[in-house]
């Protein structure tokens, strides 16, 4: 019964959140009107989502969230850094092909984010066959680092939580 009425709990979850981050205030209407579409909006896309994708919670989610959210912080501040203290011609600004391991959608999309997110880098598109990223960093003296990087930090966390 519960599985039937929420067939997607963690995006009533997050519909939840973000629908009262919106309102920017907390009320008894607020919070019902939220519960309303964090269960009705999930029921009408189940159909859409015959497949859902297995995570795995815990210390992987965990550990993958707090390395991007440190990531964030400290890139905000190199790109800082790089656009007061360093002229235009000294950065080494590169296009980067990044191989994937990754096969199911929703991780190439949850990388693809996390490399827009952090401040610096960019993905730009996604090769037809899925197998690679094309991304765009701002400051990349060694190309081949910075996909090592990227492969490291974040592929291979998403790799232990989607399965």
């Known amino acids: 019964m519960i599985r039937r009425l929420f067939p997607h709990p963690v995006l009533s979850i997050a519909l939840v959140a973000v629908w ?3 309102l920017n205030s907390v009320t008894l209407g607020g919070f019902v009107l939220a519960i309303i579409v964090g269960t009705v909006v999930p029921l009408l896309t189940a159909p859409f989502w015959p497949n859902r994708p297995q995570l795995r919670f815990g ?3 965990i550990d993958y969230l707090a390395i991007v ?11 800082a850094r790089l656009i007061l203290f360093r002229r235009s011609e000294d ?5 980067l092909t990044v191989p994937l391991d990754l ?6 999309t949850m990388l693809a984010g996390t490399i827009s997110l952090t401040p610096g ?3 730009s598109d996604l090769a037809g066959d899925g197998r690679s990223l094309l991304v765009h960093a701002l400051d990349a003296p060694d190309r081949e680092a910075e996909v090592r990087r990227i492969k490291h930090r974040y592929e291979r966390r998403l790799m232990r939580i989607f399965p």
Do not use: C
Request: net charge negative; hydrophobic share 60%.
């Open 20 to 22: 009262l981050l919106l």
């Open 59 to 61: 210390w992987p989610m």
């Open 69 to 79: 959210l440190w990531d964030v912080l400290i890139a905000n501040f190199g790109v």
């Open 91 to 95: 950065l080494h600004s590169a296009w």
């Open 103 to 108: 096969r199911t959608p929703e991780a190439i």
């Open 121 to 123: 880098t960019l993905s």
